[in-house]
């Protein structure tokens, strides 16, 4: 089977690391709702795998799948399978329409709780708000993944939060970790990128992020351990300097290391250039560089 080598392997034209592979799994698994096509379309967006013109390899993509199919490593949709999964989940509707202004003190908020999204139909309407209110707006997560929604003592929703699969290859971080090529195939799940936090336009609430990312922190890892059988033992995540400072990070006790190159999530293929984002991580235990290098046993 590919997946359990750790160099990269040739499949439908394009080399696919241990952990591209594991993913494109996990994206099969966790949707079975998609049809063939919208899974082809989903697995290229998060690999930016297109053409010199920016074109989805569908048809390159739909032989991986296959022959992932035909190993038995992945069970594929029926080929009449469709179903307009995607319209439903990102229609917008008055249920996300803004509400009342949330302001003052983060203390009179209080027991402020990252609350684990669970029901189909929370996922919908967290991705609804996402898709309207975030900059980046919604994109599937590729992946082991978990959402949260920020909630204030009286239940109500002030904002949301997403962790899911690490970037592939981080110069800056990988040289701060130590890894080599072989320990960052191995265990880069044990990494776990804060890809989304959003905190609703009417909360105006200070410091609601820092608290929120701090909470998040606290629970990252049995949350990671229910759903996944493994705890992450440091996070990571992107801020675009050009639009914001990171202060939210900063104050939560984040530790910036530097910046990307500029190539997008999966640099090893990747040569489009994107901007340059300023890197941040934040370890969950005070050896994990034991467990990234495998100098430790981990569960």
């Not at 003052?104 to 708000?129: C, F, M």
């Not at 336009?201 to 608290?211: D, G, Q, T």
Request: positive net charge; charged residues 25%; hydrophobic residues 35%.
């Amino acid at each position: 089977m590919p997946e359990q080598s750790g160099t990269p392997v040739l499949i439908s034209g394009r080399y696919f690391t241990t952990q591209e592979l594991l993913e494109i799994k996990e994206t099969v698994r966790l949707f079975p709702g998609l049809s063939r096509t919208e899974l082809v379309k989903t697995i290229c967006e998060n690999l930016n795998w297109v053409t010199p013109t920016g074109q989805y390899k569908t048809n390159s993509c739909q032989q991986l799948l296959e022959k992932l199919e035909r190993q038995g490593l992945v069970t594929l949709p029926d080929k009449q399978k469709c179903r307009d999964y995607i319209t439903k989940q990102l229609s917008i509707g008055p249920r996300t329409e803004p509400g009342l202004a949330v302001e003052g003190a983060v203390s009179k908020l209080e027991p402020i709780e990252v609350a684990p999204v669970k029901s189909r139909e929370d996922q919908h309407l967290w991705n609804e708000y996402v898709h309207r209110y975030h900059g980046l707006g919604y994109k599937r997560p590729f992946g082991a993944h978990q959402r949260y929604y920020i909630v204030s003592g009286d239940e109500q929703k002030l904002g949301c939060l997403l962790f899911a699969a690490a970037a592939w290859a981080l110069k800056v971080r990988d040289e701060w970790i130590g890894w080599t090529e072989v320990d960052r195939s191995l265990r880069l799940n044990l990494i776990v990128n804060n890809t989304r936090l959003l905190i609703f336009p009417w909360v105006r609430v200070k410091n609601l992020a820092s608290k929120t990312l701090s909470l998040a922190a606290k629970r990252i890892g049995f949350d990671w351990q229910k759903r996944y059988g493994y705890r992450p033992v440091l996070l990571e995540t992107f801020v675009d300097p050009e639009k914001y400072r990171g202060t939210c990070y900063k104050a939560a006790n984040w530790i910036f290391l530097g910046q990307t190159a500029g190539r997008g999530r999966t640099e090893l293929h990747n040569k489009r250039p994107f901007s340059r984002k300023d890197i941040y991580v934040y370890p969950l235990v005070a050896n994990f560089r034991s467990y990234l290098k495998e100098e430790k046993a981990h569960e």
